[in-house]
């Protein structure tokens, strides 16, 4: 069975500082794993995906995330949070045949002027 | 682009009444899914479907059921709604050869 920790429920940043969003996974397979993004009242955005072929994982508008086997983590960094970055972020592992999909609870980010 | 498009963004029903859920994609995939979204709770998988008639329980299915007469529509139908039914209601499709799931803008359904 899968499953997905994320770590924090949510996050407060101040504008120009780094984002840095935990995630922890369980698979028993070699996994796939993604972000996604959701801005309010907006469906859910693929941010980045990984899936084997290089840990460190480079997505969309400057975000990135690293494969941890070791740590069975993937945590998602930006090195400067824009304002428009505020929203919320989901993790989540699959079996790589989509049937089963395993979401985090999600992580609110919060960006301060 | 992949454009998945929901029926309604916001629905207010009553408890009772017969609820259809709408989702169309655009780009021949054969996978389609339909989640609920509840705050603290992430996405939890309600049906999914991978080819036209064909079905499949996600986690949560109790009180939902689900047609899919065409590959690019999945609906979401309740029987009979319930308050604890409210919630944000999401679609999404991907290839077969795939694991990638692209979303519609969701529905706000309450029921009152």
């Known amino acids: 069975a899968q499953s997905v920790t994320q770590l924090d429920s949510h996050v407060s940043v101040s504008e120009g500082t780094p984002v840095l969003l935990r995630c922890n996974y369980s698979?028993?397979?070699?996994?796939?794993l993604f972000w996604y993004v959701q801005h309010p009242n907006k469906g859910l955005q693929l941010l980045l995906k990984y899936t084997s072929a290089a840990t460190l994982v480079k997505g969309i508008n400057g975000f990135e995330a690293e494969f941890k086997k070791s740590e069975t983590s993937f945590h998602l960094t930006k090195p400067s949070a824009h304002m428009s970055d505020a929203a919320e972020y989901f993790c989540?592992?699959?079996?790589?045949?989509?049937?089963?999909?395993?979401f985090g609870a999600g992580t609110r980010l919060t960006v301060k002027p | 682009d992949v454009k998945v498009t929901q029926s309604s963004r916001y629905l207010v029903k009553r408890t009772g009444e017969k609820v259809f859920l709408e989702c169309v994609q655009d780009m021949d995939h054969e996978n389609m899914f339909w989640y609920r979204q509840d705050p603290g709770l992430g996405l939890r998988l309600i049906y999914f479907s991978y080819d036209v008639k064909m079905k499949e329980k996600g986690d949560i299915p109790e009180g939902y059921s689900v047609s899919r007469e065409k590959k690019e529509r999945f609906s979401l139908i309740l029987e009979s709604a319930s308050t604890n039914q409210t919630s944000m209601y999401l679609c999404a499709s991907t290839r077969a050869d795939t694991d990638t799931q692209y979303f519609g803008p969701g529905t706000r359904l309450t029921v009152l």
């Open positions: 698979s028993s397979y070699s996994p796939s």
């Open positions: 989540v592992v699959s079996d790589r045949f989509g049937g089963d999909m395993r």
